[in-house]
């Protein structure tokens, strides 16, 4: 399959709640009482600038979330992102500037490092897997694999990359998955029952979805009512099968054995969603530098 560049679309935005709560925390583990090496070495009044480089290619994700740290350390901190999230970038392209107190743009610098580079590289990654399945009818989504504390920003990160978010939390959908079936099965209740009995107390606005991981699992299942009917660690043949056997009567997701290798194989199934965790948990930071010059004067360095 030829692939293609995923179209741009808006990833929209993270919940400020959620932003000023991963900032303060970071902020606080890396620095509990104040930056000892810049406030010992570094005159006050001494200024930086700086510039966010990108050291491979890639695309942004976090250019918000960089400036928010910056301004969280000094409110009085310039800091311009030059590259819109989503938009991709060549190694040695400036991302951003910054303009500020020297002592506060060295205190933000790692964290506000880490969560970009984080978040750029979830989107990086995330770009593969949408280009891949170009053509094909299915989503990329992630899944709640993601790092504790860190979900919001890593699934605006997906977003970034083209890709769409599954449920945000176990509050937001019903999802049955293996071992919730093996409560049922070891309590009498067959999985049809259980699913008929959910769809009768769920309010009409539950989305309801359940993983099963056999061919002869699908039709109870799709026959009770669901919304969504996840296929996993099917084979390609089998989800064929079990596209076949749906027949537009719910969404079929496939997970389970995704990878860029096998994911445009997976979605030329039919399927209309395919989950990976991988985009999450196992993403790998991509390489952005921050280059600071410090503006500083002998009579500063004499004091």
């Not at 901190?77 to 060295?106: C, K, Q, Y």
């Not at 053509?135 to 990359?161: F, H, M, N, S």
């Not at 309010?203 to 299942?221: A, F, K, S, Y």
Request: include cysteine; proline fraction near 3%.
């Amino acid at each position: 399959m030829t692939t293609t560049a995923p179209t741009r679309t808006d990833p929209g935005t993270i919940a400020p709640h959620a932003l000023r709560r991963v900032i303060e925390t970071a902020l606080e583990e890396d620095a509990p009482w104040g930056d000892v090496t810049s406030e010992t070495l570094i005159p006050a009044e001494a200024t930086a600038t700086a510039t966010l480089g990108a050291r491979e290619a890639g695309v942004l994700s976090g250019g918000g979330v960089f400036v928010a740290v910056m301004h969280a350390v000094d409110p009085g901190i310039v800091a311009t992102v030059l590259v819109a999230d989503g938009d991709r970038f060549e190694p040695g392209d400036v991302l951003a500037t910054v303009t500020g107190s020297a002592r506060a743009v060295l205190r933000a610098e790692r964290v506000a490092l880490n969560l970009v580079q984080r978040m750029s590289g979830i989107a990086t990654a995330t770009s593969r897997y949408v280009a891949a399945v170009a053509g094909t009818r299915a989503r990329i989504v992630d899944t709640r694999k993601t790092t504790p504390g860190l979900r919001a920003l890593e699934r605006y990160a997906v977003r970034c990359g083209g890709g769409h978010n599954h449920r945000t939390s176990l509050s937001d959908a019903v999802l049955a998955k293996d071992n919730h079936l093996a409560v049922l099965l070891a309590s009498g209740i067959e999985i049809g029952e259980a699913v008929r009995a959910a769809r009768e107390r769920l309010g009409h606005t539950v989305h309801l979805e359940v993983e099963v991981d056999r061919i002869d699992q699908i039709e109870p299942v799709v026959a009770a009512g669901v919304d969504t009917i996840m296929l996993d660690n099917f084979s390609v043949d089998a989800l064929m099968t079990g596209v076949g056997i749906v027949a537009g009567r719910a969404l079929v997701e496939a997970s389970g054995g995704v990878s860029l290798e096998t994911v445009a194989a997976i979605a030329a199934t039919g399927v209309d969603v395919v989950s990976v965790g991988a985009l999450t948990h196992s993403a790998r930071a991509l390489d952005l530098g921050l280059d600071v010059d410090v503006d500083v004067t002998v009579g500063d360095l004499a004091r």
